[in-house]
Every structure is written in structure tokens, then in C-alpha cells.
């Protein structure tokens, strides 16, 4: 089955659907000032975006129906945005059309305590909803790293993690249900509220990390889990990288699975002694941060087993904080690498891959040679108990920027080359797509073509995401 393919909208084109949508939307609904249309139209990757025609404020779930409606009636582009912290571009116009804001839309609607059970809107800040939860004793442990500004929207529309993944895994493992509004405008309820339910194929999961290509979220209901009653931090200093996944075995060994379990590489381990975020001993060449949760009496006993076991393996040193400023202060190195390597270079790009656990030592020493060869700095950081490495490429100059390339196609067919996979939480966007062939056979991906057309058969939601265009092999 061929994709839909949308062409660029005419003014003419343009001028009618706009005015068509006025008849429709409430008076200051619909912005095209360019200050507005400027500031919708990037987010935090390195993807060039086309100037949106206007920008959307739709204000209820009907609204957004209405706007489909007249969207779908004459072909023009949408892409739905909530806090634009992606980093892959799924959020950035790529052809003239609307931009749709859901920033508006943060109502919790509803936490049941008895069902352990949130119903949220798209626009709600994920670290809103945690506060919101664990005031009534319960927990969402999705944690992606942007917790403070990103929106449960965006998390269900990339299938977000975070740190926290290791033990309570992603996004998609706690959507139980969505109301969505599809490509023609047409209402739907997938999933269900219970813990439990096979009615019918799986549409949730397949909307879950559909980079708003397949449907647009509206209402999203999720499952909670009971809040942990202690979490003790620590860090663990190594001597080489090589030492991590063995690192990450030694607590699995001792059957205690982590909740949180980072990774920082010998180059940004330097930038923390550059900057004395934290004292790091001399000779250690990777850290790894590593949280545990339960109750008071097992947390305490397992920090003690961990920490001896550590460093009879070899680990340089161990530190522990039992106490929230402690914590805080440790999960303070993590937070701030983004912002210092952004400080090292005048760009910064972020490929977010996967390898098996076991194989994520290697992958570093792959990155090393990578960055060699094409002469581009690539430090690392990331989640280690789950083989989620942020491989960061930084660049000056236009020279510097032709050899980013090469390099990131190299990266890409090592992981796959170790029977990982290209994002595992940042998605395709606009800027990894067509490395989509590098990991799918060409079957599978024309069977992912056939459902987005059945789903959008004028090929108007977020154009140009996640599918590669045609005529691209493995790039």
C-alpha cells in the first residue's frame, strides 16, 4: 500500500482552510502574528523547521475535532505540540500548515485512589502529576529528564522514559487508556481504565510512540503504582568503562533491581572535575549513579550488601546519601551534564540509542573509535541498567558539522550491529528517520506505511516523522 503524500498547501489553500477554521474556532483561537508562529516552530533538536501558517489554540476536544475536520477537508499539514522539549524533531513543522498548542490543556482531571488510577489532559507537566500523585500516597514512575517543562502528551507521543526505567520501565507501560481525535476529526475511546483487558487488538500501544502521526491525544488515563516508602542514593566511582555492565551485574546478582541506575563517561566524568560538581577520585574513568526504593528496613540493608559488593569488585569509591539534600545534590551531577557539555560547543546533538545491557561497555569503546576516526567530540551519558546510551555529538563550525554526519550513521549501524535498536526514548522525528531501514526490513516498514494510511489517508498528521521517505535504503 502506497503512503499518503501531502504537497506543500498553496496560499490559496491556505487563505480558504484559514477562514474556513474561523467559522469554526472561537475568536483568538487562531494565531499568525510571526512572533507566534516563530516561537512553535523548533524545538530543542538541531531540525530546520518550515514557518507554520498559523498556530492553533484549541480549547476543548470538539474544537480539535472542528479543526481536523476542516484540516482533513483541505489537505493541510497539522503537528501537534505540547512544551517542545523533544530531541528529535517530532514536534517541528517540516511543510506550511498549522501547528496545534496544547500547552493550555494541563486539567489532572481525576486521581482515584482506589483504582490507583490518573486521567490527565495532554498539556499537563509530567512533574505536576508526580506532586499531584504522590500527595495521595501513590506513584507514575516515568521520569523522563525534563520532568520540570515536558508534558504527558509529548511523553505518550515518543513513549518516554528516564532513569527510573531500569526497574518500573516507559511511558507506554502505564497508558491503560486514551481519547484521541483522529486525521478526518472523528472521536475515539482506545484502551480501557482497568489493570486488565483484551477487548480487541492493542490500538493503545500502537498510538503510544506514534509521534502524532496516527491520532492526536487528547485525554490520556493511567495507571499508578503505590509510592515507595524510602529511596537511598548512591555513587559508584569505576575505573574504566569497560567495569559498567559488569557494575550494573553485580546488583542483579544480589537480586536488587535498581530503580535508577546512570552512567557518565570518562569525558563527561572530566567535565565534573573541571567544574567540581562533585569530587571525583583520581583514576576513575566512569560513575555511575544508582537509586533504590522499598521500605525503610530493606532499602537500608540492601544500600549496605551493594555498596560492600562494589568495591570488592573494584569499584574506586562508593557514596551514599540517605538524607534529601544528599540526594539532591548527587542527582545534581546528572542534571547538569546537558548543560555543560551545551557550554563546550556552539551546537549539541543527542543521539538517544539502545544496546543490550551487557553490551554497553562496548558500545562506549565503539564511540571512542568513532570519534577518532571522524574527529568529532562524543562524550556519554545515560541509563545503564537498561542500555540506554545519549551519545552527544558537539561541533563549532560548518567544517565540523559535515563530519556529524558520517559520524552518526556510523554510530547508528554499530548498535544495530549489537542487536540494539536507534532511539529508546526520543524517538524518530524528523531526524532519524531515515535511518529507519538501518534496523527494519523493508516489509515491515511498508506494513507501518499501510497502517499510517489507513489511519491518515491524506497523509496530514506530522508529515515526514518516523517513516523514511521514499527511495531511502539504509543510510
Known amino acids: 500500500m502506497q503512503a499518503p503524500a501531502v504537497s506543500a498547501s498553496s496560499p490559496l489553500v491556505t487563505d480558504t482552510a484559514l477562514a474556513a477554521l474561523g467559522r ?13 508562529r516563530e516561537a512553535h516552530a523548533r524545538d530543542e533538536s538541531e531540525a530546520a523547521p518550515i514557518l507554520p501558517d498559523a498556530v492553533v489554540r484549541v480549547g476543548s476536544t470538539d474544537e480539535l475535532c472542528r479543526t481536523m475536520q476542516v484540516a482533513h477537508r483541505h489537505g493541510v499539514p497539522v503537528v501537534a505540540r505540547g512544551a517542545g522539549t523533544g530531541r528529535a524533531g517530532g514536534a517541528v513543522p517540516l511543510r506550511p500548515g498549522w501547528v496545534l498548542a496544547f500547552d493550555g490543556w494541563r486539567d489532572l482531571e481525576e486521581i482515584h485512589v482506589g483504582d490507583a488510577v490518573a486521567v490527565a489532559r495532554p498539556g499537563l507537566v509530567l512533574g505536576e502529576l508526580h506532586r499531584a500523585v504522590e500527595a495521595e500516597g501513590l506513584f507514575y514512575p516515568p521520569d523522563a529528564n525534563s520532568w520540570a517543562s515536558c508534558t504527558i502528551g509529548g511523553n505518550v507521543a515518543t513513549n518516554a522514559g528516564g532513569p527510573r526505567a531500569f526497574k518500573y520501565g516507559v511511558t507506554g507501560h502505564y497508558v491503560l ?4 481525535v483522529t486525521a478526518d476529526g472523528t472521536r475515539l475511546n482506545v484502551g480501557r481504565r ?27 488515563t493511567l495507571h499508578l503504582v503505590p509510592k515507595p516508602e524510602a529511596v537511598r542514593t548512591m555513587v559508584v566511582f569505576l575505573a574504566s568503562e569497560g567495569a559498567i555492565a559488569d557494575a550494573v551485574g553485580v546488583s542483579l546478582r544480589e537480586r536488587v533491581v535498581p530503580r535508577c541506575v546512570e552512567l557518565l563517561d570518562a569525558i563527561t566524568l572530566e567535565v565534573l572535575r573541571e567544574h567540581r560538581v562533585i569530587d571525583v577520585p583520581t583514576g576513575a574513568r566512569a560513575l555511575l549513579l544508582v537509586e533504590i526504593d522499598g521500605d525503610e528496613e530493606t532499602v537500608d540493608r540492601q544500600l549496605e550488601r551493594l555498596g560492600s559488593r562494589w568495591l570488592e569488585s573494584g569499584a574506586l569509591e562508593v557514596l551514599v546519601a540517605k538524607h534529601g539534600a544528599d540526594r539532591e545534590r548527587l542527582w545534581n551531577v546528572r542534571r547538569q551534564m546537558s548543560r555543560l557539555l551545551r557550554e563546550r560547543a556552539a551546537h549539541k546533538l543527542s543521539e538517544d540509542v539502545v544496546v543490550p545491557r551487557s553490551r554497553i561497555g562496548d558500545l562506549l569503546a565503539r564511540a571512542r573509535v ?5 574527529r568529532i567530540r562524543m562524550p556519554s551519558y545515560g541509563h545503564a541498567g537498561d542500555g540506554n546510551l545519549h551519545v552527544n555529538f558537539l561541533w563549532d563550525d560548518d567544517e565540523e558539522r559535515a563530519r556529524v554526519g558520517p559520524a552518526i550513521d556510523a554510530l547508528l549501524e554499530a548498535v544495530v550491529g549489537m542487536r540494539g535498536t536507534l532511539t529508546g526514548e526520543h524517538g524518530l522525528g524528523a531526524l532519524k528517520r531515515d535511518h529507519l531501514p538501518i534496523e527494519q526490513a523493508p516489509a515491515l516498514i511498508e506494513l507501518q506505511r499501510g497502517l499510517k494510511a489507513q489511519l ?14 521514499r527511495g531511502h535504503g539504509a543510510c
Do not use: F, M, Q
Open 24 to 36: 469554526v474556532l472561537p475568536s483568538g483561537a487562531i494565531r499568525t502574528d510571526a512572533d507566534t
Open 194 to 220: 482497568t489493570k486488565k483487558g483484551v477487548t480487541g487488538y492493542d490500538l493503545t500501544s500502537l498510538l503510544v510512540g506514534s509521534e502524532g502521526t496516527l491520532a492526536l491525544t487528547t485525554r490520556v
Open 456 to 469: 491518515d489517508p491524506r497523509g496530514i498528521l506530522n508529515p515526514d516523522k518516523v517513516l523514511p521517505g
Open 370 to 374: 568513532i570519534s577518532e576516526r571522524h
Open 177 to 180: 487508556g486514551l481519547e484521541v
